[in-house]
């Protein structure tokens, strides 16, 4: 079974372009890039004919290429492909820098000038970066559509291949194109359908050197010391990328930093955030809270007119939640039911649409026909910006649980509670009200464990447009 799924496989990615034809091309395009920018604002006007500037050109040209593509080949295991083109960018704009410098005195015999030097390295350098970024996003693209994906083989117990395989898939433009598993010898059958087993473990570089394999990724106590060195003893002159994937689970890349101990790698998880960045969030958080209660006052305030003269009962509804640390408080929103909800939710238990903790109806007979487009669009949310000015609340963070639910809360899912709850999170723009328990507790867990301030202006990004589809919102 295996050597025929191995010999259907055989062949298929040798089509594929290889690596160093990608990286020659970049190459190059990069070497004129700087040519170009040396050439019309480094070298001085009256100092070469226009076939000398050219020349000069093409030659500072093929140095910045040289340093990018060493700097390329050294640099190819950093955190992920944006973080390691903008590092190379970095280092190659700042060695090319000298190199410019050196060579502009032995041809000119001057002291190169600082304004027209920076102004190249920074051009050059913005064009090349510029370069990236839509080079990147068209890969992504085409990747998404499941072209120029890397060949990629999976190796590890039977029990972890669908965490891995699913980890590989997970992201859409992460360029892992699983193709087929190794597993231990004598398993045949996989716990799931997926892709074909193509060998066992110890045959995973002959099944990646057969197979025109670009990418292995092994998981973490599938191999021993010995068999994982003997792996990449036999990949040296083989241009296959070979990636360990730990047992962790749930914690960005920003938390993450390798370092060696006594010769042995180890990765250092960060578990404490320092109390600047908590300060700095709760700032921007009220700040920004209170300019947009300014700017959403209007529509607040027809909101809260329509729904006066839609039904009858107070326009602003007062509903207690916890907060952070199990504190409870008083969660402002627009009234969107009628006047006597509470005492009919009793009515509706049996008809939930929610999930096990989560109370939902699609179709609630209590929404007034106002407060269902309210509701669609999150207005009846906006009143919760004045939580948010008080401290009580953050723009972004978990969703703000029912005191009926938190005290079901087992201990790992109270850990939820660590932070303030947000007007908008992960849970939201990732299906709302759609979304099971399990689903809505691994986001908020999520968020609750790696929360960045970047992260937070990504979220909002996000909620606009969840918003405007009107996703998950009954």
């Not at 117990?157 to 395989?165: G, M, N, P, S, T």
């Not at 892709?195 to 973490?220: T, W």
């Amino acid at each position: 079974m295996r050597a025929t799924a191995r010999a259907a496989w055989r062949g298929v990615a040798t089509g594929r372009r290889p690596r160093w034809l990608h990286r020659l091309g970049r190459s190059l395009t990069e070497a004129l890039i700087a040519g170009t920018a040396v050439a019309v604002v480094l070298v001085p006007d009256a100092a070469l004919t226009p076939e000398g500037r050219a020349l000069l050109g093409l030659a500072a040209g093929a140095g910045y290429g040289i340093v990018s593509a060493v700097l390329g080949r050294t640099s190819r295991r950093t955190s992920s492909p944006g973080a390691r083109d903008r590092a190379r960018v970095l280092r190659a704009g700042g060695l090319w820098a000298l190199l410019l410098v050196l060579g502009y005195q032995l041809r000119f015999r001057a002291p190169v000038p600082v304004p027209a030097l920076l102004a190249t390295v920074v051009l050059a350098s913005g064009m090349v970066a510029g370069l990236h970024v839509l080079g990147s996003l068209a890969i992504r693209r085409a990747r998404r559509r499941g072209r120029t994906g890397s060949p990629t083989l999976v190796v590890g117990e039977v029990a972890e291949l669908d965490r891995l395989v699913g980890l590989c898939r997970a992201a859409g433009g992460s360029g892992l194109d699983v193709v087929g598993v190794c597993t231990p010898a004598g398993t045949t059958a996989l716990p799931t359908a997926g892709p074909p087993v193509l060998g066992a473990v110890e045959d995973a570089a002959d099944v990646a050197v057969d197979g025109g394999i670009r990418s292995i990724v092994v998981g973490a106590g599938s191999m021993g010391a010995v068999e994982f060195r003997r792996l990449c003893w036999r990949l040296e002159r083989r241009d296959i990328d070979v990636f360990v994937a730990p047992d962790i689970v749930d914690v960005a890349s920003e938390r993450l930093e390798l370092c060696v101990v006594n010769g042995t790698p180890m990765l250092a998880v960060a578990t404490a955030r320092g109390p600047v960045e908590a300060l700095a969030k709760s700032a921007i958080d009220r700040v920004l809270a209170g300019v947009l209660l300014l700017l959403f006052a209007p529509v607040i305030g027809i909101s809260a007119a329509l729904i006066h003269l839609d039904s009858p009962g107070r326009t602003f509804y007062r509903q207690r939640r916890i907060g952070r640390h199990g504190r409870p408080f008083d969660m402002m929103k627009l009234r969107t039911m009628t006047a006597d909800a509470d005492r009919r939710r009793s009515e509706l238990e049996a008809r939930n649409d929610g999930n096990v903790v989560l109370f939902k109806l699609r179709n609630d007979p209590r929404v007034t026909r106002v407060g269902r487009l309210l509701r669609r669009y999150s207005v009846d949310e906006l009143p919760q910006l004045w939580n948010v000015v008080r401290g009580e609340m953050s723009l972004v963070g978990p969703r703000p649980p029912l005191p009926g639910e938190a005290a079901r809360y087992d201990d790992d899912i109270r850990q939820r509670l660590r932070v303030r709850p947000g007007m908008t999170g992960l849970w939201q723009v990732s299906g709302r009200s759609d979304l099971d328990w399990a689903r809505t507790v691994r986001l908020d867990l999520d968020y609750a464990d790696n929360w960045s301030i970047r992260g937070d202006l990504v979220i909002l990004l996000r909620t606009f447009r969840a918003v405007f589809e009107g996703r998950g919102a009954y």
